[in-house]
Nanobody
Framework: QVQLVESGGGWVQPGGSLRLSCAASTSIFNIYHMGWSRQAPGKQRDLVAFLGTDSSTMYADSVKGRFTISRDNAKNTVYLQMNNLKPEDTAVYYC?????????WGQGTQVTVSS
């Protein structure tokens, strides 16, 4: 069983930055792909950033050039650096770990972008 704990959410003005963290309970990055998804009220949960076990990355078009996913293997932590935030980025952000056998989700962290 893998536990994921997100942190770093909060309120920020448009144009601001936040860094989200996702701490895993054990070393998993060599066997699980990692991702950040978000869900706004009344909308489906969408993947915004992906980090493969081979360190490949992918981003949703809406966040390309503004968000960066990375990891620290020594800390078992994945990050999502979010720059130039927009009101439409407001959502609950979830970390997930997945492979062909398992999928794990964190509890989510709220990000609110408003003036």
């Amino acid at each position: 069983q893998v536990q994921l704990v997100e942190s770093g959410g909060g309120w920020v003005q448009p144009g601001g930055s936040l860094r989200l963290s996702c701490a895993a309970s054990t070393s998993i990055f060599n066997i699980y792909h990692m991702g950040w998804s978000r869900q706004a009220p009344g909308k489906q949960r969408d993947l915004v950033a992906f980090l493969g076990t081979d360190s490949s990355t992918m981003y949703a078009d809406s966040v390309k050039g503004r968000f960066t996913i990375s990891r620290d293997n020594a800390k078992n932590t994945v990050y999502l650096q979010m720059n130039n935030l927009k009101p439409e980025d407001t959502a609950v952000y979830y970390c997930n770990a997945h492979n062909t056998q398992d999928t794990y989700w964190g509890q989510g962290t709220q990000v609110t972008v408003s003036s």
